[in-house]
């Protein structure tokens, strides 16, 4: 493990009112609750992000950011550097008119619950999705026939040269759980988002209405971090496993939901080696009867993940 006491200081130093948290377990702040520590750990507002990036690229220190961690599968042996969080404190929700915008941190189903408040309709579908603004750009969430593209407006991006660029939504490459940040870098600070005046009532109904959905379907109240596999083209990932006779899988702590086949489960204290061993084993069986290879959808990250 580096040594980062002096980085620590000048970080205590240069922001005073950042939390330096060392070692800090990781499966602490994803959705699996997997993974272990993060070398140091920031939650910095946003008007902290550029002089903090600048702060470790000069010292040549790796660090990450991440939203809610709703897709992160994070390594057992942790991450290597500095792991900034924009969950909390960059969380800010604007609405003027019809119009949202919302900080990278700021919950999806915060922005949908908040636009229903106001009477706007176009976001229904984001209210169960688990993760942040900021997050739900890069991979272009979408659930219930929507996806965030179909609302985005612009999308503030920090290049890796420290320009805060606007991008409109065409520019991104969007298409399914992709963006061209996903190649290029770049973080999303802040997303405008443009909605329709509607009945709040009838909004607010949709939401219950997908939130029953989820609730019989999906397999909440076992750690997860959503649906572990991309849909192939032309399949279903969770049928494809279903039919394979996968459901209930199990290696260690690591299950293929028997609710919900599209979904890995940590349902008793897995592991990250758990969780890649089973979804290797999973596409390996898939793979045999069908002839279709699964894609990760959740992101895996840290140390030694080769």
């Not at 940040?181 to 709040?200: R, S």
């Amino acid at each position: 493990m580096h040594n980062y006491t002096d980085l620590i200081e000048k970080l205590q130093k240069d922001f005073s009112d950042l939390q330096v948290y060392e070692n800090e377990p990781m499966s602490g702040h994803t959705t699996f609750k997997i993974g272990g520590p993060a070398d140091i750990y920031v939650e910095p507002s946003i008007s902290q992000v550029v002089p903090l990036i600048k702060l470790l690229q000069k010292n040549t220190v790796p660090f990450m950011v991440i939203g809610n961690g709703s897709n992160l599968l994070v390594s057992d042996d942790g991450i290597e550097g500095v792991v900034i969080s924009l969950a909390k404190p960059a969380a800010a929700i604007e609405i003027e008119g019809t119009t949202i915008r919302a900080e990278a941190g700021a919950m999806l189903s915060s922005v949908a619950n908040q636009a229903a408040d106001a009477g706007l309709t176009g976001l229904e579908f984001a209210s169960g999705i688990p993760g942040s603004i900021g997050g739900g750009v890069y991979m272009n969430a979408g659930a219930y026939g929507g996806e965030l593209k179909d609302v985005l407006v612009s999308v503030k991006v920090l290049t890796d040269d420290y320009r805060i660029v606007e991008y409109k939504p065409d520019e991104l490459d969007l298409s399914y759980r992709h963006s061209s940040l996903m190649e290029n870098g770049g973080i999303v600070l802040e997303a405008t988002i443009k909605l329709e005046q509607g009945d709040a009532k009838e909004i607010k109904a949709r939401i219950e209405d997908i939130r029953n959905q989820r609730v019989s379907k999906q397999p909440l109240n076992y750690p997860s971090a959503g649906s572990t596999f991309k849909r192939p083209k032309g399949y279903f990932a969770g049928k494809l496993i279903d039919d394979a006779g996968l459901r209930g899988y199990t290696v260690g702590g690591a299950q293929v939901s028997e609710k919900h086949c599209g979904f890995v489960i940590n349902k008793n204290n897995a592991k990250c080696s758990d969780v890649l061993k089973l979804m290797a084993e999973v596409d390996d069986i898939v793979f045999a009867q069908f002839g279709v290879h699964l894609t990760p959808e959740v992101r895996i990250v840290g140390r030694n993940i080769n």
